[in-house]
């Protein structure tokens, strides 16, 4: 396993931003997919954006889509999630993982390795 290490939640005013990091606690990524989901209290995790570590495709729930953009450093082995015109309801736990299986899958029961989780925080 990889630990995985979060970081760049807070709180923010609807319509801000935030950028959350992932990087691999020790190692490098060895996995292929790398993604983001969120989890609110009681409630199962949910995909948020994935991305191919080898060639940087992408892809988006479509809640998030157009506001999200999920990216890859290969120097500095960390993966981002750029957040723009957060709502309120974007409040969540997000984790960061990864997974070997290809193409990206939408289920977090695929991936194997997880986060922490940082909390994200939107006020109205």
């Known amino acids: 396993q990889v630990p995985l290490v979060e970081s760049g939640g807070g709180l923010v005013q609807a319509g801000g931003s935030l950028r959350l990091s992932c990087a691999a606690s020790g190692g490098t990524f060895s996995r292929n997919i790398m993604g983001w989901f969120r989890q609110d209290p009681g409630k199962e995790r949910d995909f948020v954006a994935a991305i191919r570590w080898s060639s940087g495709l992408a892809s988006y729930h479509d809640s998030v889509k157009g506001r999200f953009t999920i990216s890859r450093d290969v120097a500095k082995n960390t993966v981002y999630l750029q957040m723009n015109s957060l709502k309120p309801e974007d409040t969540a736990v997000y984790f960061c993982?990864?997974?070997?299986?290809?193409?990206?899958?939408?289920?977090?029961?695929?991936?194997?390795?997880w986060g922490q989780g940082t909390q994200v925080r939107v006020s109205s």
């Open positions: 993982a990864a997974s070997n299986i290809l193409p990206a899958r939408t289920r977090a029961e695929f991936y194997n390795d």
